[in-house]
Each structure stands twice: as structure tokens, then as C-alpha cells.
Nanobody, 118 residues
Framework: QVQLVESGGGLVQPGGSLRLSCAAS????????MGWYRQTPGKERELVAR?????????ADSVKGRFTISRDNAKNTVSVYLQMNSLKPEDTAVYYC??????????WGQGTQVTVSS
């Protein structure tokens, strides 16, 4: 079992920046990849960015060049960050941290609200 704890959401003006953090603890050895998803009311949850255990990254087209995912490994925890720059109102959503395991199951964080508005 992996526990995911997110932080860093909030209200920011268009063009601003935010950094989301996700700390994973527990059975982290079974994690193949971690990522960030987002969801708005009435829409499906969508992948924003992912980083594999090997360090490969992938991004949704809508955030390429603006968002950067990174990872920091410690002895018993893994932290994943999402640096979000040049934020747009359409980036407003609840952002969820995700951990994907070798058996293709998933764990999710509790979600953190990001609001981009003037």
C-alpha cells in the first residue's frame, strides 16, 4: 500500500506559476511510474504529466512547454513535483497525484484545487 499526500494548490492569476508536490510512502518499491492528472466538473480525469521509474517523462499536449514534472527519491519515500508556469484559466481543475504499479493498478492522492483567475 502506498500513501500519496499532495500539496501546493491554490489561486493564481493568469500567467502565474504554482508548484505541486506529492509525497509517496509505503510500498514504493512496487511503483513503476508517477504522474499528475486533473479533473473538472463533468469531465473525465485526464493525464497531465507522467514520469517513469527510469526518469522518462510525458506530457499532455496542452501543457507541453509550460509544465515540468520531476522526481526526488529518498530512502523510504518518493516525491514528485509539477512545476506549472504560464498558467491559463483552462488549467483550473482539481489535480490528483497518481502512482502506477507493476501490475497496472493505481493509487490516487486526495486531490488539490488549482484555480487560475484574475
Amino acid at each position: 500500500q502506498v500513501q500519496l499526500v499532495e500539496s501546493g494548490g491554490g489561486l493564481v492569476q493568469p500567467g502565474g506559476s504554482l508548484r505541486l508536490s506529492c509525497a509517496a510512502s509505503g510500498s514504493i518499491f512496487s511503483i513503476n511510474a508517477m504522474g499528475w492528472y486533473r479533473q473538472t466538473p463533468g469531465k473525465e480525469r485526464e493525464l497531465v504529466a507522467r514520469i517513469t521509474i527510469g526518469g522518462s517523462t510525458g506530457y499532455a499536449d496542452s501543457v507541453k512547454g509550460r509544465f515540468t514534472i520531476s522526481r526526488d527519491n529518498a530512502k523510504n519515500t518518493v516525491s514528485v513535483y509539477l512545476q506549472m508556469n504560464s498558467l491559463k484559466p483552462e488549467d483550473t481543475a482539481v489535480y490528483y497525484c497518481n502512482a502506477r504499479y507493476s501490475d497496472f493498478t493505481n493509487s490516487w492522492g486526495q486531490g488539490t484545487q488549482v484555480t487560475v483567475s484574475s
